[in-house]
């Protein structure tokens, strides 16, 4: 049985780990950490009774202290209290299920202390992926891919990428598939939120409204499968049955297909190698009645070609997409730009950045901070 940091409990995928873990006792959680959300951290923490709970905004932290003072679990507080959490010497694996470039440094410094990494967020590896994925290796330290995709990737080769000739990475096409880039413009955060086939939270949400969550994907890929761009593809399946494929020399294919669950990835990553059953539904090929499959419509999703640019540059490039398209897609959601103006922000942040090719962790630090401040700086025409 594993033990656990959970990086992001009160989350998406951070809730749908404890309900797996709760379906078949898979793991024991040492640590949890949460942003704000400390009504529900006081029920895991009840529940779960962490040795440490971390809260990311001090006065929120300081309330939880308090409700749960007849707890043994010790509250902190800040990315401190966080990478606290992940390094807790109890911990083995750490689920990383923060949102955006906020895992980059727990990640790291649990990749330090040989802790496996159980990986959720993917702005880690878009951001930082020259420096977490030599770091692994050089600690023997396994990266787990909690998402669907890359999971279903990371099955397929039997966690051995070595003789691929081609990954096929799949995309829902989220809610605007089929439509044309005039159709979308000035679609609300409303319809944006409305995916056809998964429940994630808003950040997630949006970004595969735009296809930048595809975008964002391919770079996580290039860094967990060491491949080159030319040897990923990306295609478009609205059904969300078949979860990605592996290519051969030979031209054989080889998919992971299930039910749109992100319970089945979350528990093999917890279970891996071993399988256990977790509560997914079974999949029954008399009721799907069809699997297609399409090209990305880049021209009507131009996210998706920006995230090839930035990885095709490289160095600190990714990390400039990731914190542009961050910002912009929170000023989205609050009706600050429109939803066509989110890929029109991230080329001009972009354009803007003078990449470094190595980066050290400073430099990709900085260029986030860059691209953030650009992006919220910057105004439509």
């Not at 009840?46 to 809260?55: E, N, T």
């Not at 878009?126 to 330290?141: I, N, Q, R, T, W």
């Not at 990306?234 to 039910?259: F, G, K, R, W």
Request: charged residues 25%; glycine residues 6%.
């Amino acid at each position: 049985m594993k033990k656990i940091a959970l990086l992001g409990s009160t989350g998406s995928i951070g809730t749908q780990t404890l309900e797996v873990i709760d379906e078949n006792k898979c793991a024991e959680v040492e640590t949890l950490s949460v942003y704000s959300n400390i009504e529900l951290a006081e029920k895991q923490i009840r529940k779960y009774k962490p040795k440490l709970a971390a809260v990311v905004l001090e006065d929120r932290a300081k309330e939880l202290k308090v409700r749960v003072a007849d707890t043994n679990t010790k509250i902190l507080c800040g990315t401190e209290g966080i990478i606290s959490c992940a390094v807790h010497n109890n911990v083995d694996t750490v689920v990383t299920a923060v949102v955006g470039i906020s895992g980059l440094l727990p990640t790291l410094e649990a990749i330090k202390e040989g802790k496996n990494i159980a990986l959720a967020n993917k702005e880690t590896l878009v951001a930082g992926g020259c420096l977490v994925m030599p770091l692994a290796k050089e600690k023997g330290v396994k990266i787990l891919p909690v998402d669907s995709e890359h999971s279903a990737i990371f099955q397929s080769c039997n966690g051995d990428s070595r003789t691929l000739k081609k990954i096929l990475l799949t995309a829902s096409g989220g809610p605007f598939f089929g439509k044309k880039k005039e159709e979308i413009y000035n679609m609300t955060p409303e319809q944006a939120l409305k995916h056809p086939n998964w429940s994630m939270g808003a950040k997630v949400t949006i970004d595969s409204s735009t296809l930048m969550n595809k975008g964002l994907e391919v770079i996580e890929a290039a860094h967990l499968f060491d491949m080159s761009l030319d040897k990923i593809q990306v295609v478009v399946h609205p059904q969300s049955i078949v979860h990605s494929m592996v290519e051969y020399e030979d031209n054989s294919v080889i998919a992971q297909l299930s039910v749109p669950d992100m319970k089945l990835p979350i528990s093999y990553a917890l279970t891996y190698p071993e399988r256990k059953y977790c509560g997914t539904k079974e999949a029954d090929f008399f009721e799907i009645a069809n699997i297609t499959f399409s090209k990305p419509d880049t021209e009507t999703f131009p996210c998706l070609k920006l995230a090839f640019e930035a990885q095709n540059i490289g160095g600190t490039m990714p990390t400039v997409l990731n914190g542009a398209n961050e910002i912009a897609v929170e000023k989205f959601l609050k009706k600050e730009i429109k939803f066509g103006n989110i890929p029109e922000l991230i080329s001009d942040v972009m354009s803007k950045h003078s990449a470094t090719l190595s980066p050290s962790l400073n430099d990709i630090l900085g260029a986030d901070k860059w691209a953030r401040e650009a992006a919220a700086e910057w105004r439509p025409i």
